[in-house]
């Protein structure tokens, strides 16, 4: 199993330790015959990674990894010059062009609700006793888009835990920044009920598969990108992946999400990846990966269906998107 990465970043295979999770379920089109038909990227040219977090870096560059699909990376210039970040504008690139108006840093994260232990921490109280590894994991974006994201951060498990969530905790609900006095540009503009609010149900919160991402490619997450940590949860659509994330709540109801509440008929809670469940305006079933020429289909659970189809055993997956 090889993955093919550009030469200009710092990835390497000799440290992967465990592929065990990522069972390959049907075969792909293999990258090898479209190799050489990536689409021109001029339009979203970025922006060199926008001011982000140096102090992490030789914590991220040097995280193992962990976890990758047998599919081709996306290039760097394409995750970051590529965005949805409304906070940032509603085009592909706006989050790139308009990432210096985040501030990253200083930044703590307020954590809530059901747990023993709840408080305010600094980011670096945050990140302090969390072990970074990289992960490689598919994209799928609920506009049937995708990328391969080699994702650097930690499970999400093992940050809940340090709260000690009580039995009342049956939901995580986020929060990105919102400042009401200092919006970002995006937010001046009522796109969405800001702030953007997202939330898991406490099985998947914890799952294995389930990530705070502190950085991209070996490198601190870039401002477009969700910094200095977003949420990534490779088996449902990408706005689950909330960016930029500031609070952090156990709840014992189902909370409200963004675009739930602004469009409750096209975007559930749940949204896990379902080629079987069109959108009420286009098919879920095939993906233009970003890079590539021809649609791929997808995935089940975007290709993790062994791993979290059991999280949802007894539910209608054609109800509850
Ligand atoms: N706060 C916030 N988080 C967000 C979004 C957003 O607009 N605001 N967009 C979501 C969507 S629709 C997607 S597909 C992913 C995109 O992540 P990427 O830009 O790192 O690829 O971020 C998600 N997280
Ligand atoms: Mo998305």
């Given at each position: ?34 190799g ?21 870096a ?43 108006a ?54 999400l ?31 001046r ?125 007894g539910?209608?997956?054609?109800k509850?998107?």
């Amino acid at each position: 199993m090889l993955i093919r990465v550009s030469p200009s970043h710092p990835l390497t295979d000799n440290d992967v330790t465990d592929e065990k999770l990522f069972h390959q379920r049907r075969s792909f089109i293999r990258q090898g015959i479209y190799g050489g038909a990536s689409l021109a990227m001029a339009s979203y040219l970025p922006a060199l990674a926008s001011a982000s977090i140096d102090r992490f870096a030789d914590r991220i560059s040097g995280a193992p990894t962990t976890m990758k699909v047998d599919e081709q990376v996306n290039k760097w210039e394409e995750i970051t010059g590529y965005n949805n970040y409304y906070e940032l504008g509603t085009s592909k690139d706006d989050p790139a062009r308009l990432a210096d108006a985040l501030q990253p840093d200083p930044w703590s994260v307020t954590v809530s609700g059901e747990c023993a232990k709840p408080g305010t921490l600094a980011l670096d109280d945050l990140l302090d006793p969390m072990k970074l590894e990289q992960r490689i994991y598919r994209m799928r974006c609920v506009e049937a888009w995708s990328m391969v994201v080699p994702w650097v951060g930690f499970p999400l498990a093992d940050l809940l835990k340090r709260f000690e969530p009580n039995g009342n905790a049956k939901y995580v609900a986020f929060e990105t920044l919102y400042d009401k006095s200092n919006p970002l540009p995006g937010q001046r503009r009522r796109v969405l009920d800001w702030p953007y609010r997202e939330g898991l149900r406490i099985d998947e919160a914890m799952h294995p598969l389930t990530m705070m991402a502190v950085g991209v490619y070996g490198k601190p997450l870039p401002n477009q990108n969700g910094a200095p940590l977003r949420l990534v949860v490779p088996w449902k659509y990408g706005f689950k992946g909330i960016k930029s994330i500031v609070s952090i709540r156990f709840t014992e109801k189902q909370p409200q999400t963004s675009w739930n509440m602004s469009a409750p008929g096209e975007y559930g809670f749940y949204s896990n990846v379902n080629p079987k469940v069109d959108h009420p305006r286009w098919s879920q079933a095939k993906e233009r990966r970003i890079g590539e020429f021809l649609r791929r289909d997808t995935l089940m659970f975007n290709g993790y269906e062994d791993q979290v189809a059991s999280l949802y055993s007894g539910m209608d997956l054609k109800k509850n998107y």
